[in-house]
């Protein structure tokens, strides 16, 4: 008995000891698969015209449900799920600029069998152009069938239609995947909804700032720390898989990268050197990663095997080299250096060679992002006020999306049509991300528990 | 004590925009005008009413065994802690620096060279130089310019006779300011390089 009390005691002092060293939480659970499912019944069609897709009305009520079954997604059971589908949908849709929807809430509720078959003449006399229905059944497994469909009310016409089965807790996952179908059908862009973002949730008073990494989903849902707080976590970027993390952390006292994987919880160094490491980054296929390092204090660009190895060392110069975002084909690298006296915008070829700068003009000019289209680079414009700037990956063709006193590190959307950044106010410090689209003209700021900065948005969920 | 009059920056924007990093014989001369002036000479003063450290230095991280910052019974600083370190260099343990920039300037060599007397004074000691950058510049680039800023820093102590591997240097960015306002005063006060003794 006492040797189990003294057992237990020495288990009970070594595990804050073993949190502290590493700063973790407990892993996040592993994401579900999500089952794409054929959909039966009813024809698709197409608009002839597909130039009035802009502010166009969309009702998305409820989606039904064959019997309202008890389901782990929702307490209330698979009725009250269906409507919270369609607000996720509808909450999506309406964030973006390009469509005015009407959500659940006001909406008459469809029955089961019209969702194949709509109420046509209720829809049309509501104004409502387009309509989304779907349903929710409940399998005997606990699996949840969710199915979604677009029609063209006026045209009295089905657009698309998709269905997929998930595990209850990636419900919203359905929902974002119904977002993504709408919304790719009506705008000929790609799918965006259904993916993550990793950023550093702050706290506490600017000369004392608590720096947690943290992951949510592109809606800001199913929100969590990955560290604890005990010590400065910035700079995180999710693997292409979503496998992994990597991150700076200051847990060893020294700014490093990490490589965390969200598996198995652990984490390693990037590099064995005992030189700082910064600005960790992934390139498109995952296998290799770009982090910079100081040596004497003289930072550079390195290249790593994303399974570790050799680093090769891809800028030699007594600037600072620093970040770096491969273009989608992998083949190129944009970075930001001051070797010509102050920060700018450079391009490489993925194994160094070719250095060139495309930014000019005043201001300096950091923190290039590649568009995942390949054909904007995104980026922080310091004149004045700091602000977030897109360009042609050349350099020609400046347009700055925001006005602000300090906009910076700007990530893209998985399909390259909305830029997500962090706006740090003046005075106080606080920080906060916001998302804006590429006309400039849609900004809004994405509501998170905590102040916010440093977001990098992953590519759509496998 | 001597005190050197008249040589207190007020604000540290206010230094020439750009100036060379001293030649060997600058560092030479620097160095016997320091020894001549004997410890505790004052040749730049740190902005007014600095706040302390924010939360636990590197040195501290995870240790919490010694605290640097203690002084001894009854007040008075112990030798080869940090408040007796900076009493001792008369709070010129810190540096500034230009925007964007990284020389050491005369002000800074002069500051570092009493540092070095003192690490002189007491060979067991070995220090981490801290290096920082005001918030008006992005993340990454103020954690590469902090560790720039840091590294002058203690090559300028090398230069001096301090050896290699009694300085560590550790970079915070932006991330650890000490003034809290968004002026051009505060940011020029958080834009240093600040020596910590390492138990």
């Known amino acids: 008995m006492m040797k189990t009390l003294l057992l237990l005691g020495a288990a009970l002092m070594a595990l804050p000891a073993i949190a502290a060293a590493q700063d973790l939480g407990a892993p996040p659970p592993a994401t579900g698969a999500v089952e794409t499912v054929e959909e039966e019944g009813g024809?698709?069609?197409?608009?002839?015209?597909?130039?009035?897709?802009?502010?166009?009305?969309?009702?998305?009520?409820?989606?039904?449900?064959?019997?309202?079954?008890?389901?782990?997604?929702?307490?209330?059971?698979?009725?009250?799920?269906?409507?919270?589908?369609?607000?996720?949908?509808?909450?999506?849709?309406?964030?973006?600029?390009l469509f005015k929807p009407t959500g659940p809430d006001g909406l008459p509720r469809p029955a089961y069998g019209e969702i194949t078959a709509p109420a046509w003449g209720i829809w049309g006399g509501r104004g409502a152009e387009m309509l989304v229905q779907g349903y929710v059944r409940a399998g005997a497994d606990g699996r949840l069938t969710v199915g979604c469909y677009l029609y063209d009310v006026s045209l009295q016409n089905e657009l698309a239609r998709a269905g997929w089965v998930v595990q209850p807790a990636d419900w919203r996952r359905a929902a974002h995947r119904c977002a993504d179908l709408v919304y790719s059908r009506l705008s000929g862009e790609n799918p965006f909804f259904d993916s993550r973002i990793a950023y550093i949730a702050e706290t506490g008073p600017k000369n004392a700032r608590v720096k947690r990494l943290a992951i949510m989903d592109s809606d800001g849902a199913n929100h969590r720390f990955i560290t604890l707080g005990g010590s400065t976590a910035l700079t995180p970027r999710y693997s292409p898989d979503y496998q992994r993390l990597l991150y700076l952390s200051y847990v060893d006292g020294n700014p490093r990268i990490y490589v965390y994987d969200i598996g198995t919880g652990r984490q390693t160094l990037v590099s064995q050197s005992r030189n700082p490491t910064f600005a960790p980054r992934w390139s498109p296929d995952g296998r290799h990663i770009l982090y910079s390092m100081a040596v004497n204090g003289n930072t550079d660009i390195y290249r790593v095997p994303a399974t570790g190895g050799q680093s090769v060392r891809l800028t030699d110069n007594p600037g600072i080299d620093i970040g770096g975002s491969y273009s989608p084909d992998g083949s190129q690298i944009v970075f930001e250096s001051d070797r010509s006296g102050s920060q700018q915008i450079y391009v490489m070829d993925a194994d160094g060679g070719n250095q060139r700068r495309i930014s000019f003009g005043a201001g300096r000019a950091a923190t290039p992002e590649w568009s995942p289209r390949g054909d904007q680079i995104a980026f922080t414009h310091m004149g004045g006020n700091f602000r977030i700037a897109v360009m042609s990956p050349s350099g020609q063709n400046v347009r700055f999306l925001t006005d602000s006193w300090q906009d910076e590190a700007p990530t893209w959307s998985p399909n390259g049509r909305i830029v997500q950044f962090f706006r740090t106010e003046r005075g106080s410090g606080r920080t906060g991300l916001y998302q804006v689209d590429l006309t400039g003209r849609n900004e809004r700021r994405l509501p998170t528990p905590a102040d916010a900065s440093d977001p990098a948005w992953g590519p759509v969920l496998p | 004590m001597n005190v050197v009059p008249g040589r207190r920056r007020v604000n540290d924007f206010d230094k020439e925009s750009e100036m060379t990093p001293p030649t060997p014989r600058q560092i030479a001369l620097g160095a016997l005008v320091a020894a001549s002036l004997g410890l505790g000479a004052c040749a730049k003063r740190a902005p007014e009413s600095l706040p302390p450290e924010p939360g636990a230095s590197t040195v501290t991280d995870g240790a919490g065994a010694t605290d640097p910052y203690a002084t001894g019974a009854g007040g008075a600083a112990v030798p080869g802690t940090q408040a007796h370190f900076e009493t001792a260099v008369n709070g010129q343990n810190t540096i500034y620096f230009d925007t964007d920039r990284y020389n050491i300037d005369s002000v800074d060599a002069a500051a570092l060279q009493v540092q070095a007397q003192y690490l002189a004074q007491y060979p067991n000691l070995t220090i981490t130089v801290e290096g920082h950058a005001d918030e008006r510049g992005t993340r990454e680039y103020n954690l590469a310019l902090g560790e720039r800023r840091a590294n002058a820093a203690k090559n300028y102590l090398q230069s001096v006779g301090v050896a290699a591997n009694r300085v560590q240097t550790v970079s915070y960015g932006k991330e650890r300011p000490v003034a809290l306002g968004s002026d051009e005063g505060a940011w020029a006060r958080n834009r240093r390089a600040v020596s910590v003794v390492v138990n």
């Not at chain 1, 502010?55 to 009725?79: E, Q, V």
Request: net charge negative; no cysteine; glycine share 10%.
């Open chain 1, 43 to 97: 024809l698709t069609g197409t608009v002839s015209d597909e130039s009035e897709w802009q502010d166009l009305g969309i009702a998305i009520p409820s989606f039904a449900t064959d019997r309202d079954a008890p389901t782990a997604a929702n307490s209330a059971g698979t009725a009250a799920l269906g409507r919270a589908l369609a607000g996720v949908v509808y909450d999506n849709l309406r964030n973006n600029g």
